[in-house]
């Protein structure tokens, strides 16, 4: 678990990015790195209409497809969409804030956040899917969203 986040966190910093496919151009890098986000956000929703808010029935099948889901997205190597030039300043169709690159260890530690925090959440949905522990899990990673989000992603 701690390897993946290790690597995810890796990938993470730019500097040391070893790609592994040919680099995107900075629109691909922009477009798929949010629909990443979406994806994830999606799945997030799921969880949160069974676990929490009760408004649909819980299925602990659906809530083991939305968390592998979302530890596919945060084990993916995201830092790959993170290339440099991908900031703000230099394009008009992202959120992502030029500090990103001034911070390598802010984002290192973030992105470690949100990998173990998925992590755990498939984890427990793997061994059966209690509802309350998903339920604590869900906010934890919900944390490591915002945590992200507070620093690197624009309003
Ligand atoms: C490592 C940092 C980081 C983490 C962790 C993170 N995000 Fe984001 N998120 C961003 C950034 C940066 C953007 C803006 C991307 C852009 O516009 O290029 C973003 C954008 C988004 C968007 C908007 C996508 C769009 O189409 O513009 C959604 C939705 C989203 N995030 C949801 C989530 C959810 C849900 C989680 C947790 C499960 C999450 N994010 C975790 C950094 C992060």
Redesign the pocket.
């Known amino acids: 678990m701690r390897k993946s986040g290790f690597f995810v966190a890796l990938a ?1 910093s730019a500097a040391v990015a070893t790609p592994v496919v040919a680099q995107m151009d900075v629109k691909d890098q ?1 477009e798929t ?3 990443a ?2 994806f ?2 999606w799945n ?1 929703g799921k969880i949160k209409a069974q676990a929490i808010d009760g408004d649909v029935a819980y299925n602990e099948q659906q809530i083991l497809a939305a968390a592998n889901a ?1 530890a596919a ?2 084990n993916s190597g ?1 830092g790959a969409l993170f290339g440099p030039g ?1 900031a703000m300043d230099k394009n008009d ?4 804030k030029p500090e ?1 690159f001034d911070k390598p260890d802010k ?1 290192r530690e ?2 470690i ?2 990998a173990q925090a ?1 992590n755990k959440l498939q984890e427990i949905a793997a061994n059966g899917g209690d509802k309350a522990a998903i339920a604590a899990q869900f906010s934890e ?2 944390k ?2 915002k ?3 507070d620093e ?2 624009a309003e």
């Not at 169709?93 to 992502?96: A, E, H, P, R």
Request: with cysteine; proline share 0%; hydrophobic share 50%.
């Open positions: 993470l922009i790195r949010q629909s986000f979406t994830a956000g997030m979302i997205v945060a995201l991908t169709n992202t959120d992502l990103f984002a973030v992105a956040g949100f998925s990673v919900g490591s969203c945590a992200c989000h690197f992603r």
